[in-house]
């Protein structure tokens, strides 16, 4: 199998007993780089929670799986509270450190667009760490583009860190 080849994953709804690889791959990227600007590691209740959340609101929760292991999530929720903001989502996604640059995370993003599609959002937005080329190159290759940069807005592992929003306008939205 090349190294970028991900015709063996799957990508399917998110299971409770997927939690404790979600956790570890969440706790990974929380540890060892800026794509989560926490330096607390989650718990499984927290995740528990948060799926739950993410769930009963009606957003989706999905994973990646190969071989019948979780190696990646996604996720996307409320962009802001307030109900101008009801047709637009943030979007999440991670993947498990050794199978990052093998074409998973191609795939869980076209799945999590497919699902803000199908629920009739208009816009998707992700917050990327700006020094992140890699995240960067994924969202430019399915459309996003780069609507602006706060600078030094977060800190992790001793240094400042720029926040990059890119979005994508999907279409049409349903009227209010």
Known sequence: ???????????????????????????????HTTALWTVTAATLEG???WMRDRLSAGFPVVVAERNGDVVGFGSFGTFRP???YLHTVEHSLYVDAPARGRGIGPLILQALIDR???QGRHVMVGG?????AASI???EQFGFRR??????????????????????????????
């Open 147 to 176: 609507g602006g940069v706060l600078p030094e807005v977060g800190r992790k592992f001793g240094r400042w860190l720029d926040l990059l929003f890119m979005f994508r306008i999907l279409g049409d939205a349903s009227p209010d």
């Open 1 to 31: 199998m090349a190294a970028n080849d991900a015709s063996d994953v799957i990508i399917r709804d998110a299971r409770e007993d997927d939690l404790h690889r979600i956790l570890a791959i969440t706790n990974d990227a929380i540890l």
């Open 128 to 132: 990327i760490a700006a020094d992140n």
């Open 116 to 118: 803000a599609l199908a």
């Open 47 to 49: 995740r528990r929670d």
């Open 82 to 84: 307030h109900d101008g």
């Open 137 to 139: 190159q994924l969202h």
